[in-house]
């Protein structure tokens, strides 16, 4: 049992896991309802909330992966691997490196179309953030898909991550979720 605890990410790694997870489905969910609204001063200021919400969650992704190459995270037990054939162990790691990288391209790309379409970024109205790229209305428009696209691939990969954890959970019963704050290993 000892070694079992010893599979679970530390106090730090759980929070910044849960934090970035409410700020991420929260952060589409809000960009998605604002995006169907007509143009009007309410709307105006829920994109401004919606690029807050982008650079916090870049700022928490840059301190999470500082954290992560830092801490190494904690060997999967020898119940989870028994669980999880190889084709599954190379879907886990894939799944969490395409996460990672959308962590920072799904912001990133948001400031870009911002700074493209002449709309500056003043984090929370009171930090002004320097342009990403330059003013240009063909950029902005060439890369407000790519940000949704973006977004939606990460959507995607967290159904998959949520799917495979409750998989892991129900079926395997090997202690996963444990590893992350729920459950008991």
């Given at each position: ?51 807050w919400a982008g650079i916090t969650i870049l700022t ?58 002449g709309f500056p970024i003043v984090w929370f109205g009171v930090l002004p953030l320097p342009d990403f ?53």
């Amino acid at each position: 049992m000892a070694s079992e605890m010893n599979d679970r990410y530390s106090g730090t790694a759980i929070a910044l896991h849960w934090l970035l997870a409410l700020m991420i489905l929260g952060s589409m969910a809000f960009g998605w309802y604002m995006s169907g609204l007509p143009f009007s001063p309410q709307r105006l200021k829920y994109y401004n909330w919606h690029k807050w919400a982008g650079i916090t969650i870049l700022t928490l992704s840059l301190l999470r992966l500082a954290w992560r190459l830092t801490h190494r995270p904690p060997p999967l037990s020898a119940r989870i691997q028994r669980a999880m054939p190889g084709w599954q162990t190379a879907a886990f790691h894939t799944t969490h490196r395409l996460m990672y990288a959308l962590f920072f391209i799904v912001p990133l790309l948001g400031w870009a179309y911002s700074s493209a379409a002449g709309f500056p970024i003043v984090w929370f109205g009171v930090l002004p953030l320097p342009d990403f790229v330059p003013k240009d209305k063909a950029l902005s428009e060439a890369i407000k898909p790519f940000h949704g696209i973006a977004a939606y691939t990460l959507l995607a990969l967290v159904v998959l991550h949520v799917a495979a954890a409750l998989k892991h959970h129900f079926v395997d019963r090997d202690g996963l979720l444990a590893r992350i704050g729920l459950g008991r290993a």
